[in-house]
T-cell receptor, first 115, second 112 residues
Framework: DSGVTQTPKHLITATGQRVTLRCSPR?????VYWYQQSLDQGLQFLIQ???????AKGNILERFSAQQFPDLHSELNLSSLELGDSALYFC??????????????FGEGSRLTVL | AQSVTQLGSHVSVSEGALVLLRCNYS??????LFWYVQYPNQGLQLLLK??????LVKGINGFEAEFKKSETSFHLTKPSAHMSDAAEYFC??????????FGTGTSLTVIP
């Protein structure tokens, strides 16, 4: 158990809909990362937050948005869903400051299926 | 920009044979390097990491990797493959800005 919690584990929805994926990082971790994993694209970095502020942005579509709340949990919002958005979405967290041992701790992922 | 290249998207080995998964990185500064493993329908788990201490890093499940600066490589090895090693393996590099770059992954198949 990595200590990173993601909900829901599975989600099936229709094209055009909107969904929200939730992530709780490990206790004390200030950084949250979102990744998308699909068969043809591999593991794609979407966005990173640190203590509530956006720190880096990767290949995130304009239809997608994210935020990190004061309690450090994060949400990834996916809207106007398309078939191609079907993927496994991972959240990861890392420690802060001198406690930063360097690695990311991954959640189990949220599998999104768009029909 | 930093990047990671994993040579071979699919590797097959016989049970008991040597496992060698290749990773090359591009970095202008000494990097932090990682190997992660992903079992089916699971998240990524850390196998091992290099953080500028010993160049030969030992990880979990008998895996190890050697950092070779001259070759900009961080190949993952295991002397004897086990059926339970069948999984997807990812090499990653982290920069000083705490951004992580992952390779495209190598799927390891172990043949009984």
């Amino acid at each position: 158990d990595s200590g990173v919690t993601q909900t829901p584990k599975h989600l099936i929805t229709a094209t055009g809909q909107r969904v929200t994926l939730r992530c709780s990082p490990r206790s004390g971790d200030l950084s949250v990362y979102w990744y998308q994993q699909s068969l043809d694209q591999g593991l794609q970095f979407l966005i990173q937050y640190y203590n509530g502020e956006e720190r880096a942005k990767g290949n995130i579509l304009e239809r997608f948005s994210a935020q990190q709340f004061p309690d450090l949990h994060s949400e990834l919002n996916l809207s106007s869903l398309e078939l191609g958005d079907s993927a496994l979405y991972f959240c990861a967290s890392s420690a802060r400051g001198v406690a930063n041992t360097g690695e990311l701790f991954f959640g189990e992922g949220s599998r999104l299926t768009v029909l | 920009a930093q990047s990671v290249t994993q040579l071979g998207s699919h590797v097959s080995v016989s049970e008991g044979a040597l496992v060698l998964l290749r990773c090359n990185y591009s970095s202008s500064v000494p990097p932090y390097l990682f190997w992660y493993v992903q079992y089916p329908n699971q998240g990524l788990q850390l196998l091992l990491k290099y953080t500028s201490a010993a160049t030969l890093v030992k990880g979990i499940n008998g895996f190890e990797a050697e950092f070779k600066k001259s070759e900009t490589s961080f190949h993952l090895t295991k002397p004897s493959a086990h059926m339970s090693d069948a999984a997807e393996y990812f090499c990653a590099v982290r920069n000083t800005g705490n951004q992580f770059y992952f390779g495209t992954g190598t799927s390891l198949t172990v043949i009984p």
